[in-house]
């Protein structure tokens, strides 16, 4: 089974444009989140969706936005970049809202400039 | 408000040696507690996890790690390293039953094998 994919995996954006990140979950997983790995830091959890609904979100500005479809997927929108979104953005799936264990996408390398 | 704490950013280890990685967190309810690994350019790889149950926990590559409710720590040992185990490592909590599955992450420690 294919596991956690993600797209693009790199994309280079300039400052004030608007980015779209793509996740294809676990074939069989409801639970999509999402999270931002800044370089040199640890990841930082800004969403979890569950069954098409928003379950938790992080410390982020209103400028990230998400929705997961009828399929799974799920989508993370950023608009108006900064230079400090410039990151790399994991995707996670996991069974279900409370299952304890998440499996990671490679990740979409963002670079704004 | 949970949070992680991996004392050492980076740890340098000889081929064969032991590793120690060190994780001390907090958490208001009981946790959940994992270690990731993540090699340059790639996700993370779940390494092992404590849910409940048995304090030591194995994992995958002849890792193991030991949860310890009086220190609040879980740290991650291999008895020997191979130089396939340079990687960053990520230490993370959750507390299912009020935050779901999300995961909050140590800042991470760096792993080199020298030959």
């Known amino acids: 089974d294919a596991g956690v994919t993600q797209s693009p995996t790199h994309l280079i954006k300039t400052r004030g444009q608007h980015v779209t990140l793509r996740c294809s979950p676990i074939?069989?997983?409801?639970?999509v989140s999402w999270y931002q790995q800044v370089l040199g830091q640890g990841p930082q959890f800004i969403f979890q969706?569950?069954?098409?609904?928003?379950?938790g979100r992080g410390n982020f500005p209103d400028r990230f936005s998400a929705r997961q479809f009828p399929n799974y997927s799920s989508e993370l929108n950023v608009n108006a970049l900064l230079l400090g979104d410039s990151a790399l953005y994991l995707c996670?799936?996991?069974?279900?809202?409370?299952?304890?264990?998440?499996?990671f996408g490679p990740g979409t390398r963002l670079t704004v400039l | 408000a949970q949070s992680v704490t991996q004392l050492g950013s980076h740890v340098s280890v000889s081929e064969g040696a032991l590793v120690l990685l060190r994780c001390n967190y907090s958490?208001?309810?009981?946790?959940?507690l994992f270690w990731y690994v993540q090699y340059p350019n790639q996700g993370l790889q779940l390494l092992l996890k404590?849910?409940?149950?048995?304090?030591l926990v194995k994992g995958i590559n002849g890792f193991e790690a030991e949860f310890k409710k009086s220190e609040t720590s879980f740290h991650l040992t291999k008895p020997s390293a191979h130089m396939s185990d340079a990687a960053e490592y990520f230490c993370?909590?959750?507390?299912?039953?009020?935050?779901?599955?999300?995961?909050?992450f140590g800042e991470g420690t760096q792993l080199t094998v020298n030959p």
């Open positions: 996670a799936s996991s069974g279900g809202f409370t299952y304890n264990e998440q499996f």
């Open positions: 074939s069989g997983h409801k639970s």
């Open positions: 969706y569950y069954e098409k609904e928003e379950r």
């Open positions: 958490s208001s309810v009981p946790p959940y």
């Open positions: 404590y849910t409940t149950g048995a304090t």
């Open positions: 993370a909590v959750s507390d299912l039953e009020t935050s779901g599955s999300r995961l909050t």
